[in-house]
């Protein structure tokens, strides 16, 4: 029975990683889409979100199974618990991947915005935060899922760098000013993106630890007020 | 017969242990404690079991002693020492199993070093080839991964080695890849997008699965091919013909419409005629020079033409080039002047496509000057280099179109360069030019005040 379960927690983290690495995949597609103006490849990554959303339900169904089988304790439980709940932030990355998709499609019909703004460099930061906090997970590594948490504030400030350039922007071009918000959009989803992949790696540390990190600090601060929350 | 010395040697072990039996039972036999007389007999027959025993154990000790060697020599060779053998012994029978082993041991040794040197050839191979290389034991885990997998993927042996792949690639690919590795047998490939340090390389991904007869279980082996270069190569061919196609439908679809139009009855309309026909023309010259550049292209690009290259002097080439447009530069009102190098410009060129690339440069200076402006063309050599250097007075180009102004079919502005009968590779044709004779170009400009566009040689 034990070791039945354990070959059981092992297929679930497969599964789950599996999902994580089509949410993964999903938000490079769309960042790549966004920087080639490839309409095509954005499209692409809007169709594949349904594989995901399949996935996660998948893997919620096994969870519950798990759970109602085998009655785990302790450790266990929380893994077993913390699966669904990263298996939801991961269904939201997802979201988040086809929302970039769609701006990305957008923009791609649009003039480029004469403005200089690093999209490729945040956009590969949180590509990497998102693979480190899949890779804490895998290994259930505090190491590497603190090292992602250290990461979200640099794209924090990155993201209310890209506001300040955008605001300026919109101020000397109301002729531009859709696109610019456009833009301010797709940051924003960047910038959720990251927050998603810090709570991946806090509820790795919570697995761990069995402390809650949820609430312990503000990281939505670098949402500007004016920004309604969900 | 002394070959046999261990027999002579048991036969002695075995007289003196008879010895020892006789003399113990002949002095019990003999020994009545009545009879004091005996006494002495008796001593003599312990005193010779005594003997006997003792020339027994020596006799024992010589044959125990060199069949220990052996054993403690097997022992060591057990133990993996290659370089356990025995002494010599002598020429008796444990002095040949002495030498069997030795003999052995040396072969072992030999055997073990070929094994071990195939090993390291193979293991050399494996850890340098270019592509990346991983072998999955039956359970799915890594079992070995080359230096070239681990820069592609971007992880260290110690991270990825004993752990199922899954674990450290978050690819979709991969996971669906392994998923379906238990029920492929022939080799499958997938394509995989990665980001090792930062920078984004496309991939192919075989993975091949191994039977092994032995205990049925299935390994794999993984390829990772690099083919960024290869796709971008593609890409640029697909751009190409695209690009070219493009060009080529605007000159016909004018010379199409022109002719059709005069069939329609404006060849009837005096005024028409003759501007039609001018436009059907200088369309199919357009043509002409579109194809004819294509073709220096594609021929500068294969490199299969006959390149037949020598020494030149360059002052002498580009003044005759200089020499061709000094009427059209006089017609327009611009200044054209050539200002040749000080020592003698020597180079290996091919004369032909040289002077291609100084008309391109020059035409288009002329092209792209005004009234009263200059065209200098100025030759330097220094430190094994010659430069040739057109710099004209023209519109200049920007800062953001100037790093593309070599790429094929760019231009600054298309109407533009349309109008003044610009094919758009003209720069192209002068990069290429100067790549396949060792050197390369160079191009400043500023708005407003003029470009100046270097061909930079190797001097002969």
């Not at chain 1, 995901?52 to 096994?62: A, F, P, Q, S």
């Not at chain 2, 054993?71 to 356990?84: M, Q, S, T, V, Y």
């Not at chain 2, 020429?91 to 070929?114: C, H, I, K, W, Y």
């Not at chain 2, 010659?386 to 710099?391: D, G, L, N, R, S």
Request: glycine share 6%; hydrophobic share 45%.
């Amino acid at each position: 029975m034990e070791r039945h379960f354990t070959r059981e927690l092992e297929l679930l983290k497969r599964d789950m990683l599996s999902a994580g690495a089509l949410a993964l995949s999903a938000l490079r597609k769309s960042l790549t889409a966004l920087a080639k103006r490839d309409i095509d490849l954005a499209n692409q990554v809007i169709e594949a979100d349904r594989v995901l959303d399949d996935r996660e339900m998948r893997v919620e169904e096994e969870c519950l199974k798990l759970l109602a089988l085998y009655q785990p304790v302790a450790g266990d439980l929380r893994f077993v618990a913390s699966v669904i709940k990263i298996n939801s932030m991961v269904e939201r990355l997802g979201d988040i991947a086809v929302n970039i998709g769609r701006r990305a499609r957008y923009l791609a019909k649009r003039a480029p915005l004469p403005v200089d703004i690093d999209f490729p460099v945040v956009g590969n930061r949180v590509v990497d935060m998102l693979d480190k906090a899949l890779q804490s997970f895998v290994e259930l590594s505090s190491e590497k899922a603190n090292e992602v948490l250290k990461m979200d504030a640099e794209v924090d400030a990155a993201y209310r760098r890209i506001n300040k350039q955008l605001i300026e922007f919109m101020t000397y071009h109301p002729d531009r000013v859709e696109d610019a918000v456009q833009t301010m959009n797709l940051a924003r989803h960047l910038e959720r993106a990251a927050d998603r992949a810090t709570d991946i790696a806090e509820q790795v540390l919570y697995i761990l630890s069995g402390t809650i990190l949820r609430h312990h600090k503000d990281r939505d601060d670098a949402a500007i007020p004016e920004e309604p929350k969900k | 017969m002394f070959r046999r010395r261990l027999l002579w040697r048991l036969f002695a072990i075995n007289a003196a242990a008879f010895a020892v039996f006789l003399g113990v039972a002949s002095a019990w036999l003999l020994s009545d404690p009545r009879q004091g007389g005996t006494g002495s007999i008796v001593a003599a027959l312990v005193g010779m079991a005594v003997l006997g025993l003792i020339a027994s154990f020596f006799a024992a000790l010589t044959v125990y002693r060199p069949i220990e060697r052996v054993r403690r020599a097997a022992e060591d060779l057990a133990k993996g020492d290659l370089n356990a053998r025995v002494d010599t012994i002598g020429p008796d029978e444990v002095g040949d199993l002495a030498e069997a082993f030795n003999t052995m041991s040396r072969q072992l040794r030999t055997r073990m070093a070929e094994l071990e040197g195939r090993r390291r050839e193979v293991a050399t191979i494996m850890e340098n080839i270019s592509e990346g290389l991983l072998l999955l034991n039956p359970a799915g885990e890594v079992a070995l991964v080359n230096r070239a997998a681990q820069k592609l993927l971007g992880r260290r042996a110690a991270d990825l080695v004993g752990k199922p792949l899954w674990q450290n690639l978050h690819l979709p690919e991969v996971h669906e890849m392994i998923a379906e590795l238990p029920k492929i047998d022939e080799p499958a490939r997938v394509r995989i997008e990665l980001a090792a340090a930062g920078e984004a390389r496309v991939a192919e991904m075989v993975v091949t699965p191994l039977f092994e007869i032995s205990d049925g279980e299935k390994r794999a082996v993984l390829l990772i091919i690099d083919v960024t270069e290869d796709r971008r190569l593609d890409q640029m061919r697909r751009d190409f013909v695209a690009d070219v196609s493009h060009e080529l439908k605007t000159p016909l679809t004018s010379i199409k419409a022109y002719a059709e139009t005069l069939l329609d009855g404006a060849d009837q309309d005096e005024g028409a005629r003759r501007p039609f026909l001018e436009k059907i023309v200088s369309n199919s010259n357009r043509l002409t020079k579109l194809v004819a550049d294509i073709l220096d292209i594609s021929r500068l690009e294969t490199g299969r033409k006959d390149d037949s290259r020598e020494r030149s002097d360059l002052n002498a080439l580009v003044r005759r080039v200089v020499g061709e447009f000094s009427e059209r530069a006089a017609k327009k009102g611009v200044t054209l002047a050539f200002e040749p190098a000080a020592a003698a410009p020597e180079a290996y060129v091919n004369s032909e496509d040289m002077r291609e690339a100084v008309e391109n440069l020059i035409d288009n200076a002329i092209n792209y000057t005004a009234e009263k402006g200059t065209v200098r063309v100025a030759l330097k050599v220094a430190d094994g280099r010659i430069t040739v250097e057109v710099a004209d007075t023209g519109i200049g180009i920007p800062a953001d179109a100037l790093p593309r102004v070599f790429e094929r079919f760019y231009r600054v502005d298309r109407a533009r360069s349309r109008a003044m009968g610009g094919t758009g590779l003209g720069l192209s044709i002068v990069k290429h030019v100067a790549l396949r004779h060792g050197g390369n170009v160079e191009a400043a400009s500023e708005v407003g005040k003029g470009s100046t566009f270097r061909i930079l040689l190797p001097a002969a």
